[in-house]
């Protein structure tokens, strides 16, 4: 989609030199980016989107929920629904939240009902002690069913040797919800962070939701504590939201950060699409990954 640059300040000066100390693991380190920061939790999308979720993650900040579009009290059997689908991806119960969705979806990231449960699976053999948390912030009746918006939270765990991966993403999407079960789906915005190591890095990221085609636009992924005599490693990557890009694996390179942080610069696409932003940001103790969806609009959607 873009190439990245450097701004403001030379953040990437090198190719990670070999010669520097890492930690002892640090080579499983990279194993675990590429095998689960890439591949799993670009494919969130999808994999968490199901169940009716949507939003935005909040890293390093609160991010906050959006007010409902409507005073009244939406439908019981509506609020039932979003709580039997969260219970049931808690319990890993993938039978049971499949039976929510229509054979015939229509996904906005062109994924089908198979290719859906598929993602969902692969996804559940990775995490653990998965939560989801649904909240409901618009709805509209309709002849057959609902529109809904809605923002799920999603905590999860995997275990990695003798430490645990830990998991935060928030997702916002809308689906139209017919005779009990969906039938279309947007995921509207996205936000996931990993965490590995006893203090990994606290990350800010800047980046917009949305941008018009063909323009500049600015991903920062901060580091909050003071950097001292830590060394601090990184590297970004992006991709366009499609079904082969939900399990492929990119190489990844490694680089100094001297400036306490990632700071990158990148133009849209001249056509609209759906991208994933991804950086990582490793320390001695720890690492960081964040992955978020910007939206490539035409400005008149802006």
């Known amino acids: 989609m ?14 990670f ?16 980016v590429r095998s689960v920061l890439f591949k799993c939790l ?27 579009a409507q005073s009244n009290a939406p439908p019981s059997e509506l609020m039932m629904m979003l709580q039997q689908i969260d ?19 229509q996904h906005g990231d062109g994924l089908t009902w198979d290719e859906l449960r598929s993602m969902l699976a692969n996804f559940w053999v990775v995490y653990d002690n998965l939560d989801y948390s649904t909240q409901l912030t618009e709805w509209e009746a309709t002849e057959t069913g609902f529109v809904t918006t809605t923002v799920t939270e999603i905590t999860g765990e995997h275990a990695f040797g003798s430490d645990i991966v830990r998991l935060e993403s928030t997702l916002e999407s809308r689906q139209q919800m017919q005779n009990g079960q969906i039938v279309e789906q947007e995921i509207l915005a996205e936000r996931s962070q990993i965490q590995l190591g006893e203090t990994p890095p606290t990350v800010n990221v800047r980046l917009p939701e949305a941008i018009a085609i063909g323009q500049p636009f600015f991903f920062d992924a901060i580091v909050l504590e003071p950097i001292g005599e830590s060394l601090l490693m990184g590297t970004a990557y992006t991709d366009t939201v499609a079904l ?24 849209a696409s001249l056509t609209p699409s759906q991208e994933w932003i991804s950086g990582l940001v490793i320390r001695e103790d720890g690492l960081t990954g964040v992955t978020q969806r910007l939206r490539v609009v035409n400005l008149t959607d802006l």
Request: glycine letters at 8%; charged letters at 20%; proline letters at 7%.
């Open 17 to 32: 030199p070999t010669s520097v100390m890492l930690p002892a693991n640090s080579q499983q380190y990279l194993g675990l």
């Open 244 to 267: 082969d890009t939900y399990t492929r694996v990119p190489a990844i390179e490694l680089n100094v950060l001297d400036a306490g942080g990632l700071f990158k610069q990148g133009e």
């Open 87 to 105: 219970q049931a991806a808690s319990d890993e119960e993938l039978a049971t939240v499949m039976e929510f969705y229509s054979d015939e979806i």
């Open 42 to 68: 670009m494919g969130m999308g999808v994999t968490i989107g199901l169940s009716l979720s949507s939003g935005l993650t909040a890293i390093a900040q609160d991010v906050p929920a959006p007010e409902p």
């Open 2 to 15: 873009f190439d990245f640059l450097a701004r403001r300040f030379d953040s990437v000066v090198a190719p």
